[in-house]
């Protein structure tokens, strides 16, 4: 396993306001402090209690949790239960059939709205039509789509049927759609001729059919949803129309009941090693803690609330709080499919004002984005209706957070007025591991601080650890853990249980390590400090330094290459790479495009370096390994820091002799 370093405590105990809930707010609230207490009284009837509140179970459980085979957890083992019957028929029996299920905004601004009728028929239809192809339960689909609302209706109907959905985000390349079909070893593969960029089609399909050119894979049928209509090739061994597959097929589907373990999908995200890991995710826990947690850090009340969550189905925010939470609580939410700067600056206010949306979440690397692009923009619409605002994906930093309270969270309407009591903003710190939410403030009940995600949720139990595995005090730093099991959280790695342990349970005995740096203030809330491996975070989008650098020395140009992340003003970090070359380029060549184009193809446009920097040698230890904190301070344009230990102590000089040339 990789190194960890230890977390610098930055200054942020300077930070000393506070916002209680107004009372108004307080009086309405679904999140109740006595949830703090029940938890800690028998937080194992809490969650048994919490369990049968917000899921319909086909068979009632008997035992909560076996934790007899740790680290791999069971929750409500012997219960039964459907994902996409709690997400949608139960609503429809009950009467609410005719309540909006989805609002979907089309990037060129079509729109469709599925009421939760409607959509259980489109799920029953594609159940059909994926049984049809011959996709059983325990099978892998591989999802491969834009954001739009057959993303969602695959989904749910693998979880419907039992099938094991591994969405890959579609700004991934070929190749890493290949890695991920081919681990997972599906048999399906969903997708879309394409989908609409600022204005423009653009294409999805070319990389399925790359990503399948080569023999040896295991997918029967890929299934093709048609969004822009733009010239595919056809495949007529594989490929299939969505409309005519799933359209024709019929709409009776009964949902059956899976074991609470049965897998509900797998989603692969960035490790401290080069190779992603498959996530995998059971179904009832990862329900029970989906359903509560939105339900009560964002105060939903689903007959009024209109729920907005920014986030791609693509990674787990999108699976948990798109696909699943919002639907099992039988919300309305909005679906957008689009960038928030097309066809204008102002298209995200447009839509809240548009649909009247009442909760927001989305991520500090937006609104820092909406900073720079000035206040004037959504002083100009009507947000009146929001009501609650959330963050996830990456620390935020307090100015991002009270910019967010006073221009989103205040606004009453075009004409400058201001809300008597600005939106709650929660911040919310979980993982793609986690599930779901697990450190984040209740809103009827905590006093929000600018930039913390403050208390554990009602039954989980955090806390700050220094390098031995012992608590620190409040006023002290050290490693984010989780103390005992929970119901979201991850039961492995896919195909490598090893790696699970090694990676989240070899760090600290009988803990769960996030990989996080934090620290305690003075009244015990917890301040996340960022990643303290070697993940990075770029736009809330967790990225390795090794996979990264594994692209890099791919090419047949680079000898070593190092990958550090860089802090960065509304990214939150930056890739930055340096390499040592082993040939000399073509005469005129751009080295560096040459690089960054590679890394492109090869893990996605996203992975592309911001900079990369042709040096003469890295730094390395006596035992060889990198030292990126060196490389961090010079992509930081910090002073370097401690050489000592460098093997060639001249070495970070002929770094900063190169960079001047
Ligand atoms: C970071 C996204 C600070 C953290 C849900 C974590 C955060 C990683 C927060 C997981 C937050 C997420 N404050 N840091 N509110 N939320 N992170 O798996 O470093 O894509 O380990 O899950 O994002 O990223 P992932």
């Not at 929750?75 to 997400?87: E, I, L, P, R, T």
């Not at 049965?262 to 890991?277: A, E, I, N, Q, R």
């Not at 692209?551 to 992340?565: D, I, K, Q, T």
Request: hydrophobic share 40%.
């Amino acid at each position: 396993m990789s190194d960890t370093h230890t977390p610098t405590l930055d200054n942020l105990s300077h930070e000393t306001r506070a916002f209680a809930p107004s009372a108004e707010f307080v009086a309405n609230a679904i999140g109740k402090p006595e949830q703090y207490e029940a938890a800690n009284a028998d937080r194992l009837g809490y969650w048994a209690e919490t369990a049968r509140k917000v899921l319909t179970w086909d068979t009632d459980f008997t035992e909560v949790l076996d934790w007899s085979g740790a680290p791999v957890a069971k929750w409500f083992a012997d219960g039964k239960v459907n994902a996409a019957y709690n997400a949608l028929d139960r609503h429809v029996e009950n009467g609410l059939g005719d309540r909006v299920a989805i609002h979907f905004e089309g990037e060129p601004g079509d729109t469709r709205s599925y009421t939760y009728s409607q959509l259980t028929t489109a799920v029953k239809q594609a159940a059909n039509a994926f049984e049809s192809l011959g996709v059983a339960k325990g099978d892998r689909v591989a999802v491969y789509l834009p954001m739009i609302p057959e993303a969602v209706i695959t989904m749910l109907a693998c979880a419907r049927i039992g099938a094991i959905h591994s969405v890959v985000f579609g700004g991934f390349s070929a190749d890493a759609l290949r890695s991920r079909v081919d681990d997972a070893e599906a048999k399906l593969v969903v997708t879309a001729d394409g989908t609409w960029r600022r204005g423009k089609p653009s294409a999805l399909k070319p990389a399925v059919d790359e990503a399948l050119a080569a023999p040896g894979h295991t997918v029967q049928n890929v299934l093709v949803v048609k969004r822009n209509g733009q010239d595919v090739t056809w495949n007529e061994k594989l490929d299939k129309w969505w409309s005519e597959t799933v359209d024709s097929a019929s709409t009776e589907h009964t949902a059956v009941g899976h074991e609470s373990e049965h897998p509900l999908f797998v989603l692969y995200t960035s490790g401290t090693t080069g190779k992603p890991k498959g996530i995998i995710h059971t179904t009832g826990g990862y329900l029970v803690q989906a359903a509560a947690t939105h339900r009560d850090t964002f105060d939903l009340h689903p007959e009024t609330d209109v729920f907005w969550c920014t986030a791609d189905i693509g990674w787990v925010t999108g699976h948990t709080y798109v696909t699943y939470a919002p639907l099992v609580n039988g919300a309305t939410q909005v679906m957008y499919e689009g960038t928030p700067d097309s066809p204008h600056q102002g298209r995200w206010w447009e839509i809240v004002e548009k649909y009247g949306v009442t909760i927001l979440y989305t991520a500090p690397t937006a609104i820092r984005t909406f900073m720079k692009w000035g206040r004037q923009i959504p002083d100009s619409y009507d947000l009146s209706s929001l009501r609650l605002l959330g963050s996830v994906g990456e620390p935020i930093n307090p100015e991002a957070w009270m910019w967010y309270r006073e221009v989103i969270g205040s606004n009453n309407g075009p004409n400058g007025e201001k809300k008597e009591h600005p939106t709650p903003i929660v911040d919310t710190w979980w993982q793609t591991e986690t599930g779901a939410h697990m450190i984040a403030p209740l809103p009827g009940v905590t006093a929000t601080k600018p930039g913390s995600a403050q208390t554990p949720v009602p039954g989980i139990t955090v806390d700050v650890v220094d390098e031995m595995g012992v608590s620190v005090g409040n006023g002290e730093g050290g490693f984010l853990v989780i103390r005992d099991p929970w119901p979201a959280m991850l039961r492995g790695i896919w195909g490598d249980m090893d790696r699970y342990k090694e990676t989240y349970w070899s760090r600290f005995e009988g803990m769960y390590f996030a990989g996080d740096g934090a620290k305690k203030d003075e009244d015990g809330d917890i301040w996340l400090l960022g990643r303290v491996d070697d993940v990075m975070n770029v736009s809330g989008h967790r990225l390795s330094t090794t996979e990264i650098e594994s692209s890099l020395v791919a090419h047949p140009y680079v000898a070593e290459a190092a990958v550090v992340g860089a802090k960065d003003e509304t990214t939150g970090e930056a890739v930055v790479a340096f390499v040592i070359l082993q040939i000399e380029p073509a005469e005129g060549e751009d080295v560096v495009a040459t690089l960054r184009a590679h890394v492109g193809k090869d893990i996605g446009p996203i992975a592309k370096p911001r900079h990369i920097l042709v040096v003469p040698e890295l730094p390395k230890t006596r035992s060889g390994k990198i030292m990126r904190r060196l490389l961090k301070d010079v992509a930081e344009g910090r002073e370097v820091g401690d050489s000592t230990t460098l093997a060639d102590s001249t070495v970070m000089t002929q770094i900063a002799d190169s960079m001047r040339k």
